[in-house]
Every structure is written in C-alpha cells, then in structure tokens.
T-cell receptor
Framework: GNSVTQMEGPVTLSEEAFLTINCTYTATGYPSLFWYVQYPGEGLQLLLK?????DKGSNKGFEATYRKETTSFHLEKGSVQVSDSAVYFCALENTGNQFYFGTGTSLTVIP | GAGVSQSPSNKVTEKGKDVELRCDPI?????LYWYRQSLGQGLEFLIY????????KSGLPSDRFSAERTGGSVSTLTIQRTQQEDSAVYLC????????????FGNGTRLTVT
C-alpha cells in the first residue's frame, strides 16, 4: 500500500538553527513527493515537490531530495526564521490519483 | 486569480442535524478532493472527483457522508445526522489535472457538532 510517515513534533528551534524534518514513504510504483506547509490561520499550500528519484525540490530556502534507495524525502533548511513557524506535511501522489499525507510536524521558531 | 473557496468557514451544529459544506475550486481545475483534518491528526482522505464523477469513494467514513459535484465545478459535501466525532476541519483541494499536479487547498470549514 501507500503511506507516509513523518517525524513527530512539535519541533522548537531558535532562529538561524538548522532544520530537518524526516519523512519516509511506502509506495508501489513511482510516486511524486511533496511538502505542504500550513501557516497559522491559513490553508495548506505547496512548498516544494519532486517527481522522480534523485530530484531535489527547493523553495524559500527549503530543500528535499527524493531518495528512492532509502524511500525518504527529508525536509531541510539551513537557517530558519520566525516566519517559518507552521505545520509541515509530507505527501505522496501515486497512480490512482490519490494523495497520501503524513500527520504533520509543527515547527515553532523562537527569536 | 481566485483560489479555492470554501463556505462556510465555521459551522456549529447540533448533534443529529444535517450539514452541507461547499467548495468552489479554481476555475479550470478538473480534479477536486475532500479531506478531513481532526485535531492532532493528519489529513484523512474522503473522496475525489474527476470532472463530475467520483472514482474513489473509499474514504467516506460512513453512509451518512455523501458528496456531489456539478458542472465540473462546485462540490458539496453533505453529512447527515451529524455526530460529535464528525467535528473537524473539512478541507477541499483542486488540481489542474489528475496526476502529477499539485493540490491547491481552500482554508477549510471548521465543523463543530455540539
């Protein structure tokens, strides 16, 4: 089957700290992988995506690399800001046109 | 341009009443999805539409839940005889095409069943 497992939160970091949020997946075939972000009071929005193995998605200083050998898509940012405080969701899309989401990881960045 | 619009943004209802949630997708988006987000939980898939048809209804939690989409546009999610466990945020998302196309989410409808 298809599923996504992501790092449990909440995560609290100081400004300018390095961020990693782990995400691993189980899928048949060749899924596309996504990170979505939900800022306080807002809807989910796409942060970045990767559609095939070894692709790197990047946006707003965040990066994630599609690792087929480890079935992972970890989210990283070198220096977080207070404005990055949000809930982050890892997701995959597979044949059958369904999106499978992780449970979300809450990030709080303190000044 | 306009994003995905959901209404109402908040709904409080009494147990046993029916509720109808509306989603207006981005114009031209053929695929439409409904998810449920409960406190502390991830996104639970409910149903998706390709055009007006729903190939996958497997996520609907019970026969009290139904959804329809007309004109390849607006969709309504109906919950009959609401129960307290139905309390959640109901999210709608649309995408341009099926397959490899990211989802665009609305801000959700927060449903509270008292």
């Amino acid at each position: 089957g298809n599923s996504v497992t992501q790092m449990e939160g909440p995560v609290t970091l100081s400004e300018e700290a390095f961020l990693t949020i782990n995400c691993t997946y189980t899928a048949t075939g060749y899924p596309s992988l996504f990170w979505y972000v939900q800022y306080p009071g807002e809807g989910l929005q796409l942060l970045l995506k990767a559609t095939k193995a070894d692709d790197k998605g990047s946006n707003k200083g965040f990066e994630a690399t599609y690792r087929k050998e480890t079935t992972s898509f970890h989210l990283e940012k070198g220096s977080v800001q207070v404005s990055d405080s949000a809930v982050y969701f890892c997701a995959l899309e597979n044949t059958g046109n369904q999106f499978y989401f992780g449970t979300g990881t809450s990030l709080t960045v303190i000044p | 341009g306009a994003g995905v619009s959901q209404s109402p943004s908040n709904k409080v209802t009494e147990k046993g009443k029916d509720v109808e949630l509306r989603c207006d997708p981005i114009s031209g988006h053929t695929a439409l999805y409904w998810y449920r987000q409960s406190l502390g939980q991830g996104l639970e898939f409910l149903i998706y539409f390709q055009g007006n048809s729903a190939p996958d209804k497997s996520g609907l939690p019970s026969d009290r839940f139904s959804a329809e989409r007309t004109g390849g546009s607006v969709s309504t999610l109906t919950i009959q005889r609401t129960q307290q466990e139905d309390s959640a945020v109901y999210l709608c998302a649309s995408s341009l095409v099926i397959g490899n196309s990211p989802l665009h989410f609305g801000n959700g409808t927060r449903l509270t069943v008292t």
